[in-house]
């Protein structure tokens, strides 16, 4: 037999207190039997405050709490339930957990304690209550007992097995001459995100990551007008970023966020954006969800998520601007000097005549050279640097129909003198009638 079945009600039956027991009993059986399937990670804090000052006294207590304990007993400190007492802290302890504890309901121990009884497994305090009766005008008060939780802070170190256990703060370190330090980083098991400062201080870490990266390769896509193949990576990883950040927006706009739903999201978005930044393009192994370690978890996930926001996606084709001057001769200014030694320099050209005929004659007649050393070559018609024909445009650059591509070699004289030029200066001898001139620095 269960001390959780069913009363048999039937008429003229005498009613004693143990019919009423086992009633209470079954109801709460069946509800917590009926609701647990429906949801995982049910119990934990909705609200939590420590109180701060008694910290300095080397005691730990807490002004109010709200939730439900891993048992399926709902709580409310101190509007349901009293304050639990005080707890000392020993001197000299450290990397300890406090957990606040419920006496478990276990069958034949007596469960509400009144002033006279002895019984510390009691779960329930028995308390003199003015009922007011609701259904009538006058409103007649009637003194009854009620029964309030009987909650109690406890160290992890004591013998918990009699209680139901929620996780309060771990105590860093505690000694007769200093204050109680509490870790910071400690996130107790939570039903709501928003109350773990940890988790807030991650929300707001993240969205400024996103919000960085994002504005850095939309502005470097937009200002370019570039569709290559090279900056594919580029417009897949902003299309990444564009879904995540309203979307860890409107969750940290949510009324109540179970860290559950919060960290599914967490361990999405660090494999997506591990294809962009990992060496191996795979998703890193991620701790599975830890109801009663959040911490832990959510610990191993934002670094993965740092490391992948915080890594330089080194932009591998640069577009250097070249402006048409005087007699035909255009520049492009060297803003990067490192470019000279690491970058493959590539002359995209167009103009209204066949390509063949433009790839032919454009190496010939065209002059590149630093812009201190351009006049002096042509003025006594020396070559600058050769220009060798590509067949097709390199994948690093977009493809424009029309474009002929020409490597810029980097040998000779002429390019020993370009290490100390201040840019690059290209002059056409010949006739190209709509001429369009491009200039790339692929690095290697």
Request: aromatic residues 8%.
């Amino acid at each position: 037999m269960s001390d959780s079945n069913k009363v048999v009600w039937s008429e003229g039956m005498f009613l004693r207190p143990q019919h009423f027991q086992q009633h209470n009993r079954y109801v709460e059986r069946y509800i917590e039997a009926r609701s647990a399937p429906l949801a995982a990670y049910f119990h934990g804090f909705s609200e939590l405050h420590i109180d701060r000052e008694p910290l300095h006294l080397g005691k730990l207590s807490i002004t109010s709490a709200r939730g439900i304990f891993p048992d399926g007993t709902p709580f409310s400190i101190p509007d349901g339930e009293e304050l639990p007492p005080v707890l000392d802290i020993p001197e000299n302890i450290s990397n300890e957990t406090v957990y606040l504890c419920l006496p478990l309901r276990r069958s034949g121990i007596m469960e509400t304690l009144r002033d006279e009884d002895d019984q510390p497994q009691a779960r329930f305090q028995a308390y003199n209550y003015q009922a007011r009766d609701t259904s009538s005008a006058s409103g007649e008060e009637v003194q009854i007992q009620i029964g309030k939780l009987r909650p109690c802070l406890k160290l992890g170190s004591k013998d918990l097995s009699g209680y139901a256990i929620l996780g309060v703060a771990r105590i860093t370190e505690n000694t007769a001459t200093k204050a109680t330090v509490l870790d910071q980083h400690y996130i107790p098991p939570l039903l709501d995100c928003h109350i773990g400062a940890p988790i807030k201080a991650y929300f707001e870490e993240l969205n400024s990551l996103l919000k960085l990266r994002g504005d850095a390769l939309g502005g470097r896509l937009s200002d370019s007008g570039r569709a290559g193949s090279a900056e594919i990576a580029d417009y897949m990883l902003l299309q990444v970023i564009n879904r995540i950040e309203p979307l860890l927006c409107h969750l940290s706009l949510q009324q109540k966020l179970h860290p559950n739903t919060l960290y599914t999201e967490l361990v999405q978005i660090a494999g997506e954006l591990s294809t962009f930044t990992a060496a191996d393009k795979r998703a890193p192994v991620l701790p599975a969800y830890q109801h009663d370690d959040l911490a832990g978890c959510y610990s191993g996930v934002i670094a993965v998520l740092r490391q992948c926001l915080s890594t330089v996606l080194e932009q591998t084709a640069t577009s250097m601007d070249l402006v048409e001057r005087k007699y035909g001769i255009y520049v492009a200014a060297i803003n990067d000097r490192s470019m000279l030694d690491s970058a493959t320099f590539i002359l995209a050209a167009k103009a209204d005549m066949q390509g063949d005929l433009l790839r032919n004659r454009l190496p010939s007649q065209a002059k590149v050279a630093g812009v201190e050393k351009i006049r002096e070559l042509i003025s006594v018609s020396l070559p600058g640097l050769p220009l060798r024909a590509l067949p097709v445009a390199p994948r690093q650059i977009p493809y424009h129909a029309g474009f002929a591509y020409f490597e810029v070699e980097k040998s000779g004289a002429v390019w020993e003198a370009m290490k100390s030029s201040g840019g690059f200066a290209v002059h056409l001898g010949g006739e190209y009638p709509g001429l369009v001139l491009e200039l790339w620095a692929i690095r290697n």
